[in-house]
Nanobody, 116 residues
Framework: QAQVSESGGGLVQAGGSLRLSCTAS????????MAWFRQGPGKEQEFVAS????????YYADSVKGRFTISRDIAKNTVYLQMNNLKLEDTAVYYC?????????WGQGTQVTVSS
């Protein structure tokens, strides 16, 4: 059964860094666009970043541009989200999403908490 699973969340001070990982299993990793979404307390889920499988293009929400970097390791079936210069407003549950032309899979989420 196909699934994706996140890891790497935690508590970090403002200005610090974290790297999230999302590992996929049971699917052909290079046929899926991989994306990160997040949902902060009392907020709706929002797009963070994506890595398109077809051409390697990356996209970012304006709020994270210049601070977050998405990358993919095909050999490890893993996508990463490097988060630098974290801000209080980055506090959220971060979800990994695998998307193809035919289906989509979501992870359970990993909590990122940024403290002052």
């Amino acid at each position: 059964q196909a699934q994706v699973s996140e890891s790497g969340g935690g508590l970090v001070q403002a200005g610090g860094s974290l790297r999230l990982s999302c590992t996929a299993s049971g699917l052909t990793f290079n046929q899926y666009t991989m994306a990160w979404f997040r949902q902060g307390p009392g907020k709706e889920q929002e797009f963070v970043a994506s890595h398109v499988h077809k051409d390697g293009s990356t996209y970012y929400a304006d709020s994270v541009k210049g601070r977050f970097t998405i990358s993919r390791d095909i050999a490890k079936n893993t996508v990463y989200l490097q988060m630098n210069n974290l801000k209080l407003e980055d506090t959220a549950v971060y979800y990994c999403n695998a998307i193809s032309d035919y289906d989509t899979f979501w992870g359970q989420g990993t909590q990122v908490t940024v403290s002052s």
